[in-house]
């Protein structure tokens, strides 16, 4: 016999957002509740960027809307760009940014495969 558990429903409308700074946000859909993947969605406005950071699990970005530059440590010259319906997937322990290049709101979906959000900051953004 199948054990039973009973599906959860998030609502993004009733998240609390978190500051990112004064150009992004960040609303937690699951995590350190008991559920095996940190997700979430991050809304950012144009000219946001993160610092250089690394997870030390494998991050996935969904693009839900806008677009995205991302890179990896050393590759700062060659960023990637995402638009809706594309998905970058980080791999452990890699340094990397992304950023809001262009001038309408991004909007992603981050799943952290870990039940909590562990970010390394390598170095700090400029903005």
């Known amino acids: 016999m199948r054990p039973k558990a009973a599906a959860r429903i998030i ?18 859909l699951t995590g350190d509740d008991g559920l095996p993947v940190f997700t979430g969605v991050q809304t950012c ?3 946001y960027s993160t610092p250089l950071h690394w997870h030390p699990y494998v991050e996935y970005l969904f693009i839900l809307e806008g677009t995205m530059e991302a890179w990896t440590e050393g590759n700062e010259a060659t960023p990637s760009r995402l638009g809706p319906g594309d998905m970058i997937a980080l791999p452990a322990s890699t340094p990397h940014v992304f950023r809001n290049g262009g001038d309408t709101t991004l909007r992603l979906l981050g799943i952290h495969t870990s039940p909590v959000r562990i970010v390394h900051v390598v170095e700090a953004a400029e903005r």
Do not use: I
């Open 45 to 47: 406005a144009p000219g």
């Open 11 to 28: 609502r993004l409308a009733e998240t609390e957002p978190v500051s990112f700074g004064p150009l992004a946000q960040y609303r937690k």
